[in-house]
């Protein structure tokens, strides 16, 4: 989607409003271009991934710096954060590797080679401008030769905080790209 297509998104959600002071819901799919990544396995289960009470909470939370985190006034992810999280992370995975990658449950009638969990510690932006991502990962294998791993990461995408809202879920969607590289090439090459 386009930076146009952002602010016009963005526009209708404010439009969306009204005058009841309801909520406005964000969401970004920001494309991000990156090259393919080979593995060596053809298809991939992903667990619903595992976020903080804070981040799987509807309302967008902002830490201060200082431990103190808080969610904005009337201001709520488009999609349930976990399902979504999860989803971006399956979809993202499938588009760098090019094999067939779900979240479960499996929806295939073979099993899948590999089951990928990921269990997030830390997924908040900063009220400095940086989106971080921290947690460990873990990669199981049907095949008993393949040696199984736990791996940490820790993932931060700089946003601009006068961009509000829109531009932390834009950072998020960075940030959920930066980690399924980062299983593609650390935990499932």
């Known amino acids: 989607m386009t930076l146009k297509c952002l602010a016009v998104t963005a526009a209708l959600a404010l439009a969306g409003c009204g005058d009841?002071?309801?909520p406005v819901r964000y969401s970004a799919s920001?494309?991000?271009q990156t090259s393919r990544v080979s593995i060596p396995m053809a298809s991939v289960s992903l667990r619903e991934?595992?976020?903080p009470a804070y981040a799987s909470e509807e309302g967008i939370a902002v830490s201060n710096g200082a431990g103190a985190i808080t969610t904005g006034p009337n201001s709520i992810?488009?999609?349930d954060p976990t399902r979504a999280v999860t989803l971006r992370l399956t979809n993202a995975l499938a588009d760098l590797t090019g094999r067939l990658v779900a979240s479960e449950p499996?929806?295939?009638r073979d099993e899948p080679e590999t089951m990928?969990?990921?269990r997030v510690e830390e997924?908040?932006?900063e009220a400095g401008g940086q989106f971080v991502a921290q947690g460990r990962y873990y990669v199981a294998h049907n095949d008993e030769a393949r040696t199984e791993k736990?791996?940490?990461?820790r993932i931060t995408e700089p946003f601009d905080p006068a961009g509000g809202f829109i531009a932390i879920a834009a950072a998020r969607t960075r940030v959920i790209s930066a980690l399924a590289r980062d299983i593609a090439v650390r935990g499932l090459s």
């Open 30 to 32: 920001e494309p991000v």
């Open 49 to 51: 991934v595992s976020l």
């Open 106 to 108: 499996w929806p295939f």
């Open 150 to 153: 736990a791996l940490s990461f």
């Open 77 to 79: 992810w488009a999609d």
């Open 20 to 22: 009841d002071g309801g």
């Open 123 to 125: 997924f908040v932006a």
């Open 116 to 118: 990928v969990e990921v």
